[in-house]
């Protein structure tokens, strides 16, 4: 697998929130620009820079279930901070970057000054207030919504009020700020060498998948799921690499990051699609696509991963490939999807037990839209490849149900 890099990776999952909530579209990688340009400015090392980084990059995570209209099913009316706190310290994010999105709207007045964290995560509230001015007040200049927040002694430290103040007379910030493309090559620039480890991919393609997820409980365990068989099924081939291992394990978790666009309505309908329905869950897929090819490094992870639509017989979406430009992993994703989605509940149905989902899988293959080799093969291991299945799924539903234990002992 292709080195991935920090900041691109970050830039890719902020882009799929905006799908959820449009006020998000743009809005954390202007958050980020303003709270790395104060950070820049006052002198702070790169390892915490690189926390602020992620911390407001990810920083409206908590309020994606609720802005989306979901029926409560990680979390029920908490604080947004505290549910953001909840999906970074469930995925294991460093204690730093946890508690900057915890305490991302904490009033200085009201943090103490030896608090974790505490001056950083405030850093973060001066650059969210100052977007949310900005776009409220379309009229008022650069500097006079800098004088504003510079009054605000009770709301943020005097050291970025100050650093604010000292930046907003150059000008430069007000100009790169206008300009998305000047912002992303800002950061780039910054953080543009900061490779990720195969641990710390995982940790945030995981915390990703898990957002993807909560969308809806019938799809709360889905992307574990299917990472987990795809990565068993290639295993069991015996034709991949360790890095093909890893590739199509990240690409399982990340396969359906284009739903994040779709309706809840449309997710969680109990009876049949309409026609207009069908062709926007359709597109799902191709989205994740685009989301995914925008990522450096992400090239194997995005064919793997988007293609789980894809049908041999040239009748699949979201772009009707035949079994000639279907990989081996594009097809150990296409039924790793099947055999994963087959046992799940939907509001329409009941999960299949595992002798329903082979027969119909088999009639799947015998119709040229599944490998027939494939499909033998998790024949041959489906006692071994359910139990890799049902344990992820397991673990996953048990890390949804700590995170709102989680949730809902912090706000009590």
Not at 140 to 156: N, P, R
Not at 224 to 239: C, D, F, P, Y
Not at 343 to 354: A, C, F, I, K, Q
Request: proline letters at 3%; aromatic letters at 6%; hydrophobic letters at 40%.
């Amino acid at each position: 697998m292709e080195s991935v890099y920090l900041y691109s990776l970050l830039a890719g999952f902020s882009r799929a929130l905006g799908l959820v909530c449009y006020d998000l579209t743009g809005h954390n990688l202007r958050v980020a620009y303003l709270a790395q340009v104060l950070a820049e400015h006052c002198g702070m090392e790169h390892q915490e820079r690189k926390y602020l980084l992620i911390a407001c990059m990810l920083h409206e995570i908590g309020t994606i279930p609720l802005k989306n209209g979901l029926v409560n099913f990680v979390f029920e009316k908490e604080d947004y901070c505290v549910a953001g706190w909840v999906f970074c310290r469930t995925a294991q994010l460093p204690e730093e970057v946890c508690n900057m999105v915890l305490l991302r709207k904490t009033p200085w007045k009201e943090l103490s000054r030896h608090e974790d964290n505490g001056l950083t995560a405030n850093c973060i509230y001066l650059a969210d207030a100052l977007d949310a001015a900005i776009h409220a007040n379309p009229k008022l200049s650069f500097c006079q919504l800098a004088a504003e927040m510079g009054k605000k002694t009770e709301d943020f430290s005097s050291t970025w009020r100050n650093a604010l103040a000292e930046i907003s007379e150059s000008g430069v910030v007000d100009d790169t700020y206008k300009s998305a493309r000047a912002m992303d090559a800002y950061l780039h620039g910054t953080f543009g060498d900061d490779s990720l480890s195969s641990k710390n991919l995982l940790i945030l393609c995981d915390l990703f998948s898990q957002i993807i997820d909560s969308k809806s409980p019938f799809t709360a365990t889905h992307s574990h799921g299917v990472a987990h068989t795809a990565q068993e099924i290639l295993n069991l081939t015996g034709l991949a690499t360790g890095k093909d291992c890893l590739t199509i394990y990240i690409a399982g978790l990340l396969h359906d990051i284009g739903k994040l666009a779709v309706p809840v309505d449309i997710l969680e309908k109990a009876g049949p699609l309409s026609d207009k329905e069908r062709d926007e869950i359709k597109q799902h897929a191709e989205i994740g696509m685009r989301l995914l090819e925008t990522i450096p490094g992400f090239r194997c992870v995005c064919d793997w991963g988007g293609m789980h639509h894809e049908r041999l017989d040239g009748n699949g979406y979201p772009h009707g490939l035949g079994a000639e430009d279907l990989t081996l992993p594009m097809r150990v994703m296409a039924v790793a999807d099947v055999f994963t989605a087959l046992t799940e509940s939907r509001p329409y149905r009941d999960g299949m037990e595992l002798a329903s989902v082979l027969a119909c899988m088999r009639d799947m293959a015998a119709k040229n839209q599944l490998d027939q080799g494939l499909v033998d093969l998790v024949a041959k291991n489906a006692l071994q490849i359910n139990q890799v299945r049902a344990r992820a799924q397991r673990d996953a539903a048990a890390k949804f149900l700590a995170m709102r234990k989680l949730c809902s002992g912090t706000c009590a």
